[in-house]
């Protein structure tokens, strides 16, 4: 079967005992008395969609994301995949992640997880750091970390990810060192590193509006970004992506590849987007609302799934430049000169020319060779400067 024929799933958990510091995510705490009820309107989401999806996909991925997917029962998890076997035809060597705080990880739970499937685990550590975890609002200590992924490891788990925040108030480039290093014994297959970003209205946004904490040193998170490169590789990592390090080419995202890529993908649940047949919608936010939309009737015909809003048809200009700046991430593979002209039936240089062009004398990408064949990529001093590049590929 064709990658065209791919899809992936992601399923929005959006619920949380508290919410972090700097936290802008569609997350809410304090409504745990509507887990059953929005795992049902989720399965629901499912089926009634599966109607308008054609039936040649093949489901390679599943990602439950958050939120804090984990406060849901194994049973529940279980529940909504359960519900997308029923609809779809699985892939033989599908990837199932879910994302997980470390603060509440018991050894049964996990047991029980790689029981009902889930093959690849995502902990959000940030740091190592005390100080970074509390500036953060993180609930966790980093002894929770080590504990859940020695628990993790005991329950079967070989592919687990850990997040990890830089650019932190306070965060020196020795303290973020550290953190990397603490990362690195844990023995993770995986490495997701990301910029703090300050979202308006946040608690974080608001210490620093009024000076309590200091502003983040883009500087030192741009001297940070590259120890990173530079320590990682050492370490047997390889960087496939801007944000993401992997030990081989098997521990790799196959999820967030699909994005990259910008092939389908179908969101379930609460604020959730979807991409299908160069089709975008997003689903209503709130919990209340969503579990709502489910249960009215009858479905807007012009949705696909009845929680969507926000529809946006993608023209063929969009689609290239979408596919040009996610794929544009991918610091290996960038973008294929053959599988940009079957894709879209142009060649890079007929639409892109001139951006090219200025990118390559620039030296922020590279032509260079893959299995044979032409790719687009960033270069090294592309990656600090990458939405320099993505910028270029915008049309009106």
Same mark, same amino acid.
């Given at each position: ?9 992601? $399923? ?5 005992? %508290? ?57 529940? $998890? ?74 993790? +490891? ?125 089709? +975008?919608?997003?689903?209503?936010? /709130?919990? /209340? ?27 063929? /200009? ?38 090219? %062009? ?39």
């Amino acid at each position: 079967m064709q990658s065209g024929n791919l899809l992936s799933v992601y $399923i929005h958990i959006p619920f949380c005992r %508290t919410r972090c510091g700097y936290c802008d995510f569609n997350t809410y705490a304090g409504y745990d008395h509507l887990k059953e009820s929005y795992v049902k309107a989720v399965v629901e989401e499912i089926s009634r969609t599966s109607r308008k999806i054609d039936n040649d996909y093949l489901v390679h991925t599943i990602y439950f994301g958050g939120g804090t997917p984990n406060l849901l029962s194994s049973n529940q $998890i279980e529940e909504i995949i359960k519900g997308i076997r029923d609809k779809y035809i699985f892939s033989s060597q599908i990837e199932l992640s879910t994302e997980a705080n470390p603060s509440c990880l018991p050894g049964d739970y996990l047991n029980a997880l790689r029981d009902i499937g889930i093959n690849r685990l995502s902990l959000g550590m940030q740091s190592a750091s005390a100080k970074d975890l509390e500036i953060l609002g993180r609930s966790h200590t980093f002894k929770d970390v080590e504990i859940s992924v020695e628990n993790a +490891r005991k329950a079967g788990f070989t592919n687990i990810n850990l997040d990890l925040i830089f650019g932190i108030p306070y965060q020196t480039l020795l303290s973020f060192e550290d953190t990397l290093k603490s990362a690195i014994n844990l023995s993770p297959s995986h490495l997701s590193l990301y910029a703090l970003s300050v979202e308006d209205s946040t608690p974080l946004a608001i210490q620093i509006a009024e000076k309590v904490v200091p502003e983040s040193d883009e500087d030192l998170a741009a001297d940070m970004y590259i120890l990173a490169m530079e320590f990682l590789e050492k370490h047997g990592f390889s960087q496939y992506e801007i944000s993401n390090w992997s030990l081989d080419q098997k521990s790799q995202c196959l999820h967030n590849l699909q994005y990259w890529r910008n092939l389908d993908y179908l969101g379930f649940g609460a604020g959730a987007h979807s991409l299908y047949r160069q089709t +975008r919608w997003e689903n209503r936010k /709130t919990i /209340t609302d969503y579990i709502d939309s489910i249960s009215q009737s009858p479905q807007n015909e012009d949705y696909i799934s009845p929680a969507g809003i926000n529809l946006i048809s993608l023209t063929n /200009t969009d689609e290239m430049s979408e596919t040009m700046m996610m794929g544009m991430r991918l610091t290996e593979e960038g973008i294929s000169a053959e599988n940009f002209l079957k894709r879209f039936g142009v060649s890079l240089d007929e639409v892109y020319s001139k951006e090219i %062009t200025k990118l390559l004398h620039q030296v922020l990408v590279e032509w260079v060779m893959v299995e044979g064949h032409s790719h687009l990529r960033l270069t090294k001093k592309g990656r600090l400067l990458g939405n320099q590049v993505f910028m270029q590929f915008i049309r009106d």
